[in-house]
Structure formats: C-alpha cells, structure tokens
C-alpha cells in the first residue's frame, strides 16, 4: 500500500527520483525478507493496468527469484481470498481472465506522465525483447495462476462430491400419528365401515389403540 510503504514527505525520492530501480517497490522486493508479491486486485482489476503494478510485476518474475530460495512469486488477491488457493468466486475468476486479454504493458497508466515514461524506459532497456516479451510474461504467468485456481476449485468439488456419496440419501421420515392425526387420516381418506346398529366407527391405520 503505497500510503504506508512510502515516506509521504519524500515522495519523489521514494519513487527513484527518475530511477525506478532505486525506487521503495523495487527495494523491498529486494529485501531477503521478501518471500513474494502479493497483487490485490479489485473488481476491474485495476493493477493491471497500472504502471507501477506491472513493474513489480516484472520484478517479481525477472530478478527476486534469482537471489531468494522458496520464493512465491506472485499471489494474486480477491475479497473472497487468494486465487491461487482457490478460495476466489467464479466471477472473479473470469473477470480476470478477461483483463488478461486486455493487458498490455504500453498502455498501462501512471499517476505522473513521469513515472511511465521512465518504467517505460526501464522496460526495454533492461528486458531483451522489450514490451512483446513483458506481455507474453504477464499472459503466461496470469494464465498459470488461472490454471492453478481451476485446479484447487477441481478438487474442492470433487471432495464435495465424495462427501456427498458418503453420507447417502437422508433416512425416510418416520410419521408418529396421534390421536388428533388418526381423526385428520380417517377424513381425508373416507376410510369409515358401519357397524351393525347403524353407528358409524372409524377405522385406524395402525388398529385398535
């Protein structure tokens, strides 16, 4: 969050100061502390088309991985929880995939004109194959973590499923009838015999009582 990760006094110098490489983003992915980025997406999944998003991104895939071991990559976050383990909604899921097919790194946008300009800049000069390889990255990635997404909500049904066979059909109902649902049966299926006096005596289901 970028309220609390950066020095709001000091800003221009959080970000670089023109070097995106020297910037807070780039730094603490840095940091061997860092086991992984956690990309927090909202209904239109606005980091995607972010500049800044999409750096770390690249980050994420192209350097931290070469300096830490048992590193996550990237965790792509839901109000329902984290994608990959599952827990998202299908609509989360599509939509993704969606503004997956949008996604071009060029065209992401920054706050300051500045700022894209120089990641722009730090694309192609740092990554061989410039932006056509970036937004392969991206693609592949997002596509992986769909992949694995299906894979976890595959298993979830498929236990549902198991559990489901287990249990069985719930047992029948058992009906006790009362003297009052004696009275209500015997009225509703007409089932009267006459007595030799003429009185009519209302036979039970269940016999003598």
Not at 191 to 204: F, P, Q
Request: glycine share 8%.
């Amino acid at each position: 969050i970028c309220s609390f990760s950066n020095n709001q006094f000091k800003v221009k110098e959080e970000l670089g100061d023109g070097d995106p490489l020297k910037s807070s983003f780039y730094l603490a992915l840095q940091s061997p502390e860092c086991q992984g980025t956690a990309m927090v997406l909202d209904n239109d999944c606005t980091p995607l088309q972010r500049s800044w998003c999409l750096f770390e991104l690249l980050q994420t895939r192209y350097v931290a991985p070469k300096y830490k071991s048992g590193y996550e990559g990237l965790l792509l976050c839901t109000p329902t929880g984290v994608l990959q383990w599952g827990n998202a909604d299908v609509d989360t899921v599509v939509r993704l995939a969606e503004k997956v097919g949008e996604t071009r790194l060029e065209n992401a946008q920054a706050s300051r004109i500045e700022d894209k300009i120089m990641i722009d800049q730090c694309v192609v000069e740092t990554v061989e194959g410039g932006f056509p390889e970036v937004n392969k990255f991206v693609h592949e990635s997002i596509k992986k973590v769909l992949d694995e997404a299906n894979g976890s909500f595959q298993l979830r049904v498929q236990e549902l499923m198991r559990r489901l066979d287990r249990e069985g059909s719930p047992p029948s109902q058992r009906v006790l009838l009362g003297r009052s649902s004696i009275r209500a049966w015997t009225q509703f299926s007409g089932a009267k015999k006459s007595s030799t006096d003429g009185s009519d005596v209302c036979e039970s289901p269940h016999g003598d009582l």
